[in-house]
């Protein structure tokens, strides 16, 4: 088998065979195929696109380059939750002990944050004492224990996507439906879970920002988890704004917590809401998305998910008092608030925008070096489609310095004003499950 005729044939618009897939994946993985080869096979995908067989195929084969998660031991169905990013994604904190709380085991990989995107990783260790450096067994024990428990990704993780999307990186290829797709659920299968629920985002704030792009990017998703034997659905979901209303990894906890006592933002209510039906059908706990719904909503108004909360925090060395006494928590020593210039209403919130706001305020990360500040960040006051007069907050800036001059400017360029009504954006676009 040659790399040249495996380009030449994907460059004609042929599929590629399960063998031929392999053996680029291996070779380039053990360091036998060379960069250019793999450029040029990686361009050849981006122009020709693969079929639903050669895309599963290609994550198996990124799947089977390193470490894989047994989870066996753990009782039920286990069931995961990916989301593709977004400025003020507190998802994961909420979802994890409200699915946890009718006996559905979620036994979590996470990652750090990079860019104006938040890890869940960085937001738990904002509570004193949570850590996710636990052993294999350790994690397992925790999940049969308590139906919950999250570790940071190991280092072996689908290594192949690693180094694949480096040179993706580099050679233009990133923005490939097949190549994201791939790169995504190979680590999400290697996680080992049995059942996988994404949540792609779109608009100014996410990954994708167009609404087809990323239905094709969920399709595209939910196809290879299925074809790999992992029910796998997604639900798109805007982020042309903010989720919720906080920016910054301790005031994201506190508005987890909020959320988790019944007193959260709407939006990041229902999205919490929709996402856990789904995990709870998946994990057959429920006959369908509103019994499940119903379900949920009853533990998050009776106190269950609060206290399943609790425990999972303690259960990971965390100061479970943080729950009741969210002061506990890091705190900023500065805050101001952006004031209106003008009456009107809210008609745009730029996502990324403000996303980058709170990494000017030290929130996120430039790169996996940057160290961060888990106290700084940005609480919206104003949503899309909301009235605010001249002078009113629209916004609390939470800083270490007293000087964010750049930061307001910044911020203001980011929330439009305007007269008349403004029609607000959907939460969730579209589901896809099959």
Request: glycine share 8%.
């Amino acid at each position: 088998m040659r790399m040249y005729d495996i380009i030449e044939r994907k460059r004609d618009g042929q599929s590629l065979t399960s063998d031929e897939i392999r053996f680029v994946v291996n070779g380039y993985t053990g360091g036998e195929i060379p960069d250019y080869q793999v450029s040029a096979l990686l361009m050849a995908i981006f122009l020709q696109d693969m079929t639903e067989a050669e895309r599963a195929e290609l994550t198996t084969a990124m799947v089977e380059s390193g470490d894989q998660m047994d989870l066996s031991a753990i009782s039920g169905i286990k069931v995961d939750k990916h989301s593709t990013g977004g400025v003020g994604d507190t998802t994961t904190l909420i979802l994890a002990p409200l699915v946890a709380s009718l006996g559905v085991p979620v036994a979590k990989m996470s990652g750090r944050g990079l860019g104006h995107t938040g890890g869940t990783i960085d937001k738990l260790e904002a509570i004193p004492g949570f850590h996710v450096e636990i052993t294999s067994d350790e994690f397992v024990d925790l999940v049969n224990q308590n139906k919950v428990a999250v570790v940071g990704q190991t280092g072996n993780l689908a290594p192949a996507d690693k180094k694949l999307y480096s040179l993706r990186d580099v050679t233009a290829t990133v923005n490939s439906i097949p190549l994201i797709a791939s790169s995504i659920m190979s680590k999400k299968i290697a996680s080992g879970t049995d059942a996988i629920v994404l949540d792609v985002k779109t608009g100014a704030g996410a990954f994708m920002k167009q609404f087809e792009e990323a239905k094709e990017l969920a399709r595209a998703m939910v196809s290879i988890g299925n074809h790999i034997g992992r029910n796998t659905m997604a639900v798109i979901s805007d982020m042309s704004q903010p989720l919720g209303s906080a920016i910054g990894n301790a005031l994201e906890v506190r508005e987890a917590i909020d959320t988790l006592q019944g007193n959260g933002p709407h939006d990041l209510t229902e999205l919490c809401l929709e996402l856990g039906s789904q995990m709870v059908v998946l994990a057959r706990k429920a006959d369908t998305l509103d019994e499940a719904k119903e379900r949920l909503t009853e533990n998050l108004n009776n106190g269950k998910a609060f206290d399943h909360f609790k425990r999972f925090l303690a259960s990971q060395g965390g100061d479970a008092r943080v729950a009741d006494h969210p002061e506990l928590l890091p705190q900023s020593p500065c805050t101001f608030e952006l004031l209106a210039k003008e009456s009107g209403v809210v008609s745009k919130i730029v996502a990324d925008n403000i996303g980058s706001a709170a990494m000017m305020l030290g929130a996120g990360r430039a790169t996996k070096e940057s160290k961060i500040d888990l106290s700084v960040g940005v609480v919206l006051h104003k949503k899309i489609g909301d009235a605010v007069n001249q002078g009113e907050p629209l916004l609390t800036i939470h800083a270490s310095t007293t000087t964010v001059d750049r930061v307001k400017e910044k911020l203001y360029e980011s929330i439009i004003i305007a007269d008349g009504v403004v029609d607000t954006p959907p939460l969730i676009y579209d589901t896809i499950t099959e």
